[in-house]
C-alpha cells in the first residue's frame, strides 16, 4: 500500500455497515441506538473519504484512522448527541457579555427554577379562591416593593420576553395608528442591527422625530404635538453618549410638558437599573425608581442587564396604561414562561431582601481591584511553568457591557499571557479547547485574563488549564 493511490485508499475504507458491525462499534449501537451510531459512522467515514481527496491522508495514516475508528466513532457521538448549549468561563472582564448570556443567574434562582419547574405550579392559580389567576402577579408584587415603597398603588408592571418586546406592546397598546414623539439623537441600534425605528415602525405607531442628532430642545417636542401625537417617547443612550456641541430636554422639562398636554411619557431604559450604581463607581445609570418618582408614566427595561436577572422586558408604570397593555392581544404572544418567572422572582426577592451580594451581576461590579490582583497572583503562582507560558499581573479595566454604561470602567487586574511557542490568537485558541471553554480577550500581541467575571469555583480550573499549556 505504500505510494497507495487514491482509488485504492478509498477501496481501504469500509462501508457504514461494515463499521457499525465491528465487536467494538456494535458496542455503541447497545448504549447509543442503531440510529445515532449509523450517523457518526458515516460522519466519521465522509471525513476520511474528504481527507483522501485533498491529498491530507496517506496509506500509513489511514490504517492509523482506520485501527481508531472506534474512538472516533465515539467522539464524535458525544459531540452529536451532546448540548450544544454548554457552560463557558468568561475572563473577559465583560460582566454583561451578550453572546455568553449577559447576566449569570442567582443560585436561588436556580433553586426556584428547580423547585417550580420540575413539577406543577401555581403560575396561573390562585390559591387562596380556587380560581384561574394572574402570572405576572409573581413579578408586579415584588417590584410593587422596590418601586412604589409607600404603597401609594400607581406603580404596576407585567414582563414579556425582552426589552424590544416591551417597547413593541406599550407603542402599539398606546400608540397604534398614532404619532410618537421621539428624538432624532435616540434612534439609537441594538445589538443583532436591530433598530429602535423599526420596532417602532412594526408597533403600528407613526414616528415623529424632532430635533438634531446632537442637540434637542423641550419644545421641539412641544411644536410636533398635534392630534394624532399619542406619546411622548425618551430612548436612554443606554449603547453610546454623544458629547460635545449637544443639547438635551431633562426629564424634568417633558414630564411637565407630558402633564401640560395630557399624553403620557415613556422612558424606555433599556439596562434597567433597580440599584443606584454610583455605589460602584458608575455613573449615567438612571434607576428605574428614579424615573418613575420624576413623573414617567411608563418605564421600559431589560431583566437580563443591571437588573441581574433573566432575559425579560418589563413595563412598569401608571396602572392604567399597564391594564391597558395586558388586555392587548399581544401581551399574550410576548409573555414569558414559568423559568423566567421563576427566576425573576428570586431575583426580585434578593433586591426587597437587600441581599444585593447574592446577584452575580452586582457581586462582579462590587469586587475592588486589590481583591481581584489578590486572586490574580495567587491563580500565576499556582500555575508556575518552566517559562515557555509567561504570565503577568497588569493593570486593566472591566466594563459592563450589554448596552449598559458604555462610559464607565471598573478598575481591575489582569492575567497578560505569552509564550515563545504559541502566537496569542493560538493561545486564545487552545483556551477555547478546553471543556467547559475559557473565554478570553486578545490584546496587542497578548491574551488577557480578567478575574472579575469568573466565578470562585472556577478558578481551580482555569489554573489546572493554563498549567497544562504552561
Sequence with gaps: MKGATKTELFRELPSVDEATRTRDVAALVEIHGAPAVTDAARAVLVRLRNEITSGLVDASSLRLALDGLHDAIEAQLRQSLGFSLRPVINATGVILHTNLGRAPLSANAFEHIRETSGRYSNLE???????????????????????????????????????????????????????????????????????????????????????????????????????????????????????????????????????????????????????????????????????????????????????????????????????????????????????AYAALEATLLAYVKGDHNAIPTLQMMRFTKKEIEKRAEGLVKAVGGDGKLRLEVIDGESVIGGGAAPSSVLPTSVIAMTSAELSADELSARLRSFDPPIIARVEEGRVLLDLRTVFLDQQAWLTEALRRIA
Design 125 to 339: 392559580f390562585d390559591i387562596e379562591a380556587g380560581e384561574r389567576g394572574k402570572r405576572d402577579l409573581h413579578a408586579d408584587r415584588l417590584l410593587h416593593k422596590l418601586l412604589d415603597p409607600g404603597d401609594h398603588k400607581t406603580v404596576s408592571t407585567i414582563v414579556v420576553n425582552n426589552n424590544a418586546a416591551a417597547v413593541f406592546l406599550a407603542l402599539n397598546a398606546l400608540a397604534d395608528g398614532g404619532e410618537v414623539i421621539v428624538s432624532r439623537g435616540e434612534l439609537v441600534e441594538i445589538g443583532g442591527s436591530f433598530r429602535i425605528p423599526d420596532v417602532m415602525a412594526k408597533s403600528g405607531a407613526t414616528l415623529r422625530e424632532v430635533g438634531t442628532t446632537n442637540r434637542t430642545r423641550v419644545s421641539d417636542y412641544e411644536n410636533a404635538i398635534n392630534d394624532r401625537t399619542r406619546l411622548l417617547l425618551r430612548v436612554h443612550r443606554s449603547n453610546f453618549e454623544i458629547s460635545g456641541f449637544t443639547e438635551q430636554p431633562s426629564l424634568r422639562e417633558l414630564v411637565a410638558l407630558a402633564r401640560k398636554r395630557s399624553i403620557p411619557l415613556m422612558e424606555d431604559l433599556g439596562s434597567g437599573a433597580l440599584l443606584d450604581l454610583r455605589v460602584f463607581g458608575i455613573t449615567g445609570e438612571t434607576t428605574v425608581t428614579d424615573s418613575l418618582r420624576a413623573g414617567v408614566d411608563l418605564v421600559t427595561y431589560s431583566g437580563d442587564k443591571l437588573l441581574g436577572g433573566p432575559q425579560a422586558g418589563l413595563i412598569s408604570g401608571r396602572p392604567d396604561l399597564i391594564a391597558g397593555m395586558r388586555a392587548n392581544s399581544l401581551f399574550r404572544a410576548l409573555r414569558v414562561d414559568k423559568l
